[in-house]
């Protein structure tokens, strides 16, 4: 009893390590796209001010850098800087709304200024400081509401303080800044930004707190809200003989991308299990999910530099997540039916039978067991590859771009290359390793449950596209 004990809790372990998949498989960091935003509301006896930050990452600040560049001469003056701050401290200025017992209070921009830091991969990341003041009673209901960039994602942080003679109560913010005006973002919030952006207060005569977080000075100490993958970007810098070193190391990174979230090593290795896969199916799978990448991050770079005005690059990301879904869904329901019918086929088939005494004893006889019936198509293993492949990592289009910016377009895109390189090795052989476990493990176990391991694993492919799906659709 012993012996069908364990293969029955290896099965379970096998089928429960493909079903936790799903909770993982779809992350995928999107820090380089963030547009993160902090209003400091600082109240004093007449005067509500708001000191604004606006800190944009790499990829929003290529696309609005043509808008900076105003004779399109490929330097950017600080007179085209300054009339890109007052520029945009009006914009931001009408979309903030600030009320006192319910009426408008109406706002002006007192100063707005603009600088570029050191981002990923040599690209420049943009933070705009702006102040902005108007007019208020010495008490009051006061409201707050921020609608800058509704649609983007990133950091957002309101806090609001009383000073000179103004005490604030009841408000629903704090009143310093976990972030330091957004520069030195706590690493314990990374994971989940803040997303605030409204606030309401009471304010009256009294003693105020000390004052909202200053936004000079002081340069970042901390991480940026879900940036990795920094050590790849910067290989865009090596010149010389460091090049052939980061193209190695670019490889390296691919192959470590690749056993990170993502890029369905489960779909992958669930499917070439249940589909009876080989070898050939495993290098095929893995390449086309390299290649599918790559040409996802050429298309979305191509897309970032073109589109300037009209398109948010990680609005994208869950339009394409969804599609993943589908195609994995669909993978694994047709996977299932064929092989819900093989097995129905095969109990009564002719040339296997086994008398009761063989069952009862756990079915431990000279004959091996098949290799489940290879189900795999052209057709499937590209639709395989679209599904694992589809999202491209913001890193290497971090990469590309910075190529571009540094005018080594041939040496970006060979370390993008590389990185493919790295990616399909490392899928190849997760794929390799899974039918090689499916050999041992069917090999071990008794025939009918050996044909319930492709069962449940074209089972948990289809719910790997449910989960996948329900969560594109949540995040549109």
């Not at 992350?27 to 796209?33: C, D, S």
């Not at 003056?77 to 009426?103: C, M, Q, S, Y």
Request: aromatic share 6%; net charge neutral; glycine share 12%.
């Amino acid at each position: 009893m012993r012996r069908p004990l364990r293969r029955a809790l290896l099965l379970c372990g096998v089928v429960a390590a493909v079903l936790s998949a799903p909770a993982t498989a779809i992350a995928h960091p999107l820090g380089n796209f963030t547009v993160n935003r902090y209003a400091g509301i600082e109240l004093i006896p007449g005067e509500v001010r708001i000191e604004y930050v606006l800190d944009m990452a790499e990829i929003p600040t290529v696309q609005v850098r043509p808008a900076i560049d105003t004779d399109a001469d490929g330097t950017i003056t600080d007179p085209e800087r300054a009339g890109w701050a007052a520029r945009t401290g009006l914009g931001l200025l009408a979309n903030l709304t600030l009320t006192v017992d319910g009426r408008a209070v109406p706002l002006d921009v007192v100063s707005s200024s603009m600088r570029f830091r050191p981002g990923q991969g040599g690209l420049d990341i943009l933070r705009l400081e702006a102040t902005f003041a108007g007019p208020i009673a010495s008490s009051g209901e006061l409201a707050f509401a921020d609608a800058n960039f509704a649609g983007r994602i990133g950091w957002s942080e309101v806090t609001a303080a009383g000073t000179d003679g103004t005490a604030v109560a009841g408000s629903s913010v704090p009143d310093r800044s976990v972030s330091n005006a957004l520069l030195s973002y706590p690493a314990d919030l990374l994971a989940s930004p803040l997303d605030v952006h409204e606030a309401v207060l009471s304010f009256r005569p009294g003693i105020g707190s000390s004052a909202a977080a200053a936004t000079g000075g002081a340069e970042a100490t901390a991480s940026r809200p879900d940036v990795t993958g920094g050590a790849f970007a910067g290989l865009v810098g090596r010149t010389g003989p460091f090049m052939l070193v980061a193209l190695l190391l670019a490889f390296g990174f691919g192959a470590l991308h690749a056993l990170g979230p993502g890029h369905g090593k489960t779909l992958m290795a669930a499917y070439l299990v249940g589909a009876g896969g080989r070898a050939r199916h495993a290098i095929a799978v893995g390449g086309s999910v390299a290649v599918m990448h790559t040409a996802s991050v050429l298309a979305l770079g191509f897309v970032v530099l073109t589109v300037t005005d009209v398109f948010a690059p990680e609005r994208v990301y869950p339009w394409l997540g969804l599609v993943s879904g589908v195609i994995a869904f669909a993978l694994g329901a047709s996977l299932l039916v064929a092989r819900l019918d093989s097995w129905g086929g095969r109990r009564g088939g002719p040339d296997h039978h086994h008398s009761n005494a063989d069952i009862a004893a756990g079915h431990e006889h000279g004959h091996p067991h098949p290799a489940p019936t290879e189900m795999l198509s052209r057709r499937s293993l590209t639709a395989l590859a679209v599904a694992g492949g589809l999202l491209p990592s913001p890193t290497a289009l971090v990469v590309l771009l910075a190529a571009v910016a540094l005018d080594r377009i041939a040496y970006g895109l060979a370390l993008i290359g590389s990185f493919s390189l790295g990616l399909a090795t490392a899928l190849v052989v997760v794929g390799l390793v899974a039918l090689r476990a499916r050999d041992v493990v069917a090999g071990k176990m008794s025939g009918r449950t050996a044909r319930l391991v492709p069962v449940l694993s074209a089972a948990s492919i289809a719910l790997l596209g449910l989960v996948l799906t329900f969560r594109g659709f949540g995040q549109i």
